[in-house]
């Protein structure tokens, strides 16, 4: 539902929103210690030693370690910052990493959250567009659209963190665009404390759902992530439950951060048996779950990491991909804290698939369709194209004698 093109926003961050008021360190100190862990970590050890050698042409700000960092070309490395909601994400997503620093800085019990609506901004020629809704947020719930502008938050530039501290509880006045030099409108939204996983974990299960199109009851799931046992026994019961009788699929893999186990795709190409048991109160149990009939993905640029992979293992079965060319980032990462508890992700690990390279690849769709962000209008032109491949392949299944 995204362009990665666009950048997600970062604006000026005015209080931590968690319990503990950071970490101070001078600029020197930051740039000293990502320059020993990247020296130390980075699964590249020519780059690592040259990127430890690395003098600034200035300062180290906050832009110029970005620039540096991502003058490594690589996946999973960059550095993230409280003002930013991939920094709580990712903080979620790698919580056994930072065991102690979470603690720390979210008493008593360590759980990672962040105020919010359950939307990412992202800017296009210098405007800010809703590029993600997430299905179980209140953004979802109040109306808002993949593609509305953003004009401002209770009267006051957009900040992803900062516009909706101290403000759980109750709501914000969203203020946005649907079409090109339109008036902009009002809507009311709640805030809320966003925990990370728990969000995109409760999104795959909102997201749910079938469509009627042309003469067909098509399933649709989308997989903001597959990496919890909670995601993974989501799409079983999906499968097994409102799913079962739809007469095919559509497989939505754009996401963020990707994650997704190397067998993933086993559920929709596997050969294994399906097994399912009764217990004597009636109770049914399943496992190996496995859909076995007609199914397409839709992928973008914000496929990545394990979704990529997963992407990758459905077309080599022959399941047709629709959207855009995936990100090309499957290198494997993990995180550390800098001694202004800022965030770095460091790749540690390269990455073949099947012998195949992806990173700085990615997997190409069989059907190739944009998705224009601005002033989208809540229109999904790869949802519509993915609707008719679909179609296309439930009419060449073979049928049933």
């Known amino acids: 539902m995204k362009t990665l093109l666009a950048v997600v926003v970062s604006v000026a961050f005015a209080a931590m ?102 939307l990412i901004a992202a800017q296009d020629a210098g405007r800010l567009f809703v590029s993600d809704v997430y299905d179980a947020g209140p953004a979802a719930q109040a109306g808002v659209r993949v593609g509305d502008e953003i004009v401002a938050v209770d009267g006051s530039p957009y900040s992803e963190i900062g516009s909706f501290t101290g403000k759980v509880g109750g709501k914000v006045t969203l203020i946005l665009r649907r079409q090109e030099g339109a008036k902009p409108f009002e809507i009311q939204v709640d805030v809320v404390s966003i925990r990370p996983n728990a969000m995109l974990a409760e999104s795959v299960v909102a997201s749910v759902r079938t469509i009627k199109h042309e003469d067909a ?26 799913l079962a009788d739809a007469d095919a699929l559509v497989l939505d893999l754009r996401s963020r951060w990707g994650g997704a186990p190397p067998d993933a795709a086993e559920v929709f190409v596997g050969g294994t048996p399906e097994l399912r048991s009764t217990l004597r109160d009636g109770t049914t149990m399943n496992a190996n779950v496995r859909w076995r009939k007609p199914v397409v993905a839709i992928i973008d640029r914000g496929t990545r990491s394990g979704l990529e992979v997963f992407a990758f293992a459905l077309k080599r079965h022959g399941i047709p991909l629709v959207g855009e060319t995936t990100a090309g980032a499957v290198l494997s990462g993990t995180v550390f804290m800098l001694p202004d508890d800022s965030l770095l992700e460091v790749a540690g690990g390269d990455a073949l698939v099947d012998g195949v390279v992806l990173e700085g690849v990615g997997v190409e769709p069989d059907v190739k369709v944009a998705f224009p962000l601005p002033f989208a209008n809540g229109d999904d032109p790869q949802l519509d194209s993915a609707l008719d491949v679909v179609v296309q392949e439930l009419r060449a299944a073979p049928t049933a004698d």
């Not at 990247?38 to 970005?66: C, M, N, Q, V, W």
């Not at 999973?76 to 065991?99: K, M, S, W």
């Not at 989308?222 to 799409?235: E, P």
């Open 17 to 118: 929103p968690f319990g503990a008021s950071g970490q101070t360190a001078t600029a020197d100190e930051v740039w000293q210690r990502v320059q020993d862990l990247i020296g130390e970590h980075f699964y590249d050890p020519e780059r690592a030693k040259s990127f430890g050698e690395l003098e600034l042409s200035k300062s180290p700000t906050d832009e110029a370690i970005a620039e540096a960092l991502a003058g490594l070309g690589a996946s999973h490395t960059g550095r993230f910052e409280p003002d930013q909601i991939d920094y709580y994400e990712l903080l979620d997503i790698f919580r056994f990493a930072v065991p102690d620093d979470i603690k720390r800085l979210f008493p008593p019990d360590g759980q990672v959250t962040y105020p919010g609506i359950g």
């Open 217 to 242: 009851t098509i399933g649709y799931i989308h997989l903001w992530s597959f990496t919890s046992d909670a995601v993974q026994a989501a799409v079983s019961e999906a499968l097994t439950g409102p």
